[in-house]
């Protein structure tokens, strides 16, 4: 199912994130967060809030950098329990919950299958840490775009220079000295909340943070348009659009990709002079 959902995202190009769409590690968190949080029964268990048979050994609390990322990594009891058909009873099919993977995404509103409603790509973090897969942008403090500096250091090519003493000291030769040269980089990076999902491994981090107000527009657009033709599958009469039709994009040559970049990371003219001389 995530390889669909990444192969659909391509063709209907809402998978390029220097454009202002979602990178497909997006496409793939969001997935989990149906298929762990959503779809019911859930189809994959969240190890971090999974309660272990009461015969299992109790893990101890594991923290890194202050997170806590205990979680219940016993594989032969896992493996055990899926054999027993213990740990997965959903028994929909793969077609089935990419239709309601579509409709998740494609409203807000109460879920035609029963139970629950649409996500709100207004207010709610995707969060697969957290009990239930949600969070609130307020909650995050995801409230409002912004602009951050980063400085990165990199070893420059090195340098060459003469060796005292024998006179061996030409560039190339066994005698020179090579000096290493470090070079400071700025950065300002654009923040952006218009959709927000959260990484797993780094809290703080958005992955949607390349996602621009056309992007959203855009991916939220082709979530209505995938569920519309889902939903019309097996009605009868000729089809007049496909699911995975390609959408044909244009590149717009160096101008077009400098301008979204500087939209992407909210940057000055400068970058723009910058990049076009490169």
């Not at 000291?169 to 000295?177: R, T």
Request: glycine fraction near 12%; charge should be positive; hydrophobic fraction near 35%.
């Amino acid at each position: 199912m995530i390889l669909f959902v990444k192969h659909w995202a391509k063709r209907r190009a809402i998978n390029t994130p220097y454009r202002g769409t979602l990178s497909s590690y997006g496409y793939v968190l969001m997935v989990l967060h149906y298929l762990v949080n959503i779809a019911q029964p859930p189809v994959a268990p969240n190890l971090q809030h999974h309660n272990p048979p009461p015969h299992a050994p109790t893990v101890a609390p594991q923290t890194c950098q202050g997170a806590n990322v205990t979680f219940w990594r016993d594989e032969r009891e896992l493996t055990d329990l899926a054999r027993r058909g213990l740990l997965n009873h959903n028994g929909e099919s793969v077609g089935a919950l990419l239709r309601g993977f579509f409709e998740y995404y494609a409203q807000n509103g109460p879920m035609s299958s029963g139970g629950g409603r649409g996500f709100d790509w207004g207010r709610e973090v995707l969060s697969l840490r957290t009990r239930g897969g949600l969070l609130t942008k307020q909650e995050k403090g995801w409230v409002g775009a912004r602009t951050v500096t980063q400085t990165t250091t990199e070893a420059a090519p090195a340098a060459t220079t003469a060796a005292s003493g024998n006179g061996t000291g030409a560039p190339g030769s066994p005698g020179a000295a090579r000096k290493v040269v470090r070079k400071e980089e700025v950065k300002e990076i654009r923040h952006r909340y218009l959709f927000a999902l959260e990484d797993p491994f780094e809290l703080e981090h958005n992955v949607a943070r390349t996602v621009t107000h056309n992007g959203i527009v855009a991916i939220r657009d082709e979530f209505r348009r995938a569920l519309r033709v889902v939903r019309g599958v097996g009605r009868g009469g000729k089809e007049a659009e496909g699911l995975l039709d390609e959408v044909k994009t244009e590149e717009g040559g160096k101008e077009g990709l400098v301008e979204a970049m500087k939209v992407i990371h909210g940057l000055g003219e400068e970058f723009g002079g910058g990049t076009a001389e490169a």
